[in-house]
């Protein structure tokens, strides 16, 4: 391990290949997790209120359903994806986008976030200074990647994944790798209290609910990993990439009626570009202030 380690340092080439093909294996686990886990959550509730209220008679699907069992099928013919059918991008690319089996087309979502995965950690290993600090940035990417594409489809953000996130920013900055421990703290609480507010302020004056929960307890974990004084930024860049993103679909959509949109996705560019470009945003960001 210390000598792959040490190959790694002295060859950067070696290195950004490493951690680019690394990226898009996990992509390929990003779209179970991405797929299975509100699934997962939804048995999970049912068998909740099915022990809570056993005179509804609540049905409660008892087969095994995790991130390892059933195994990938074809959503068609139900033919179970062998090893060979099965490899990041290249089987995509093989089988032209379509099943084996019953040649059925397959999601090109699949190898494109596969592809973003491996982009985005590559982005991670060429602008942040090699060390260990790398492994916990690849995790925090790899989260917000799962993050993101939950919220979209789901307009749900698992605690499952933003809890530890949150923990993990905390526990990695006792050696101050992202931020000061203080900082951290006060970044987990001032975090969650800004959307908070927001929150039963817009509720308070509309009688709407205009975010999640969910948004609150990420913007917490951005906070964690960066500390408070990232915050504002973090905040400027999710609200700005939302209403650019926003106004291009309203723009493109057919129809022209407002949507509720997951606010997650945005959090998430904020955070990872904060990650990867802080100091740059921080620094131009500031200058424009000051002039």
């Avoid at 590559?122 to 602008?127: N, T």
């Amino acid at each position: 391990m210390s000598d792959l380690v040490i190959l790694m340092e002295q060859v950067p080439s070696f290195y950004l290949g490493f951690v680019l093909i690394l990226g898009v294996l996990i992509g390929s686990f990003l779209n179970v997790v991405i797929y299975r886990l509100p699934i997962m959550m939804q048995r999970s509730w049912a068998a909740d209120c099915a022990d809570s209220f056993p005179d509804a008679n609540i049905e409660v699907n008892e087969e095994r359903f995790d991130l390892v069992l059933p195994r990938s099928r074809c959503p068609e013919c139900k033919h179970i994806i062998g090893s060979t059918e099965n490899i990041p991008l290249l089987s995509w690319l093989l089988q032209k986008g379509r099943c084996k089996h019953c040649g059925c087309k397959i999601s090109a979502r699949y190898p494109a976030i596969e592809l973003l995965t491996g982009v985005m950690s590559l982005g991670v290993a060429y602008f942040l200074p090699f060390g260990w600090p790398i492994l916990f940035a690849l995790i925090f990417t790899w989260a917000l990647i799962c993050l993101t594409f939950i919220d979209v489809d789901t307009m749900l953000l698992p605690d499952q994944i933003t809890l530890p996130l949150l923990w993990l920013g905390l526990l990695i900055n006792i050696s101050s790798s992202f931020s000061l421990l203080q900082d951290a703290i006060l970044g987990a609480v001032f975090g969650y209290l800004a959307l908070w507010s927001v929150y039963w302020l817009f509720k308070l004056v509309t009688g709407k609910e205009g975010m999640g929960y969910g948004d609150f307890k990420l913007l917490a974990a951005l906070g964690a990993w960066f500390g408070w004084q990232a915050l504002p930024l973090i905040i400027l860049l999710s609200s700005l990439s939302g209403a650019i993103i926003g106004i291009i679909t309203l723009l493109m959509s057919a129809d022209k009626k407002s949507r509720p949109l997951p606010f997650g996705p945005y959090l998430a560019i904020a955070g990872w570009s904060y990650l990867v470009f802080g100091t740059e945003i921080a620094t131009l960001y500031y200058s424009l202030i000051l002039n």
